[in-house]
């Protein structure tokens, strides 16, 4: 599973993610995005952790917590939807 932290600082760094996280459990991988156009992080990212029950406990702690100057949203993250799953722009499918 993998947890969805968002309104984050746009300086934000993957080791500042780590170590906020590692404070709950083992951190598997950090996925932060970043603009295509600025490079900048894009305010989003996303943790996995080794242990579910980790993951629960760092979302209970830090989802409302004020890290950074920012409130952070802080829940598990849903399954990406397949792409092709909405109309393209010239008013076709897929």
């Known amino acids: ?11 934000v760094k993957e ?14 991988r950090i996925t932060l995005p970043t603009d295509r ?8 990212a996303f ?3 080794e242990e579910e029950a980790k993951e629960d406990a760092a979302i209970e702690a830090l989802d409302g ?7 952070l949203r802080v829940n598990k993250a849903k399954p990406r939807e397949p792409r092709g799953s909405k109309p393209s722009n010239n008013g ?3």
């Open 1 to 11: 599973m993998s947890i969805y932290v968002g309104n984050l600082s746009y300086s």
């Open 15 to 28: 080791e500042d993610l780590e170590q906020a996280f590692t404070e709950y459990g083992k951190v598997k």
């Open 37 to 44: 156009e600025t490079g900048r992080p894009r305010g989003f």
């Open 47 to 49: 943790v996995e952790m």
């Open 65 to 71: 917590s004020e890290w950074m100057g920012r409130e």
């Open 92 to 94: 076709g499918w897929g």
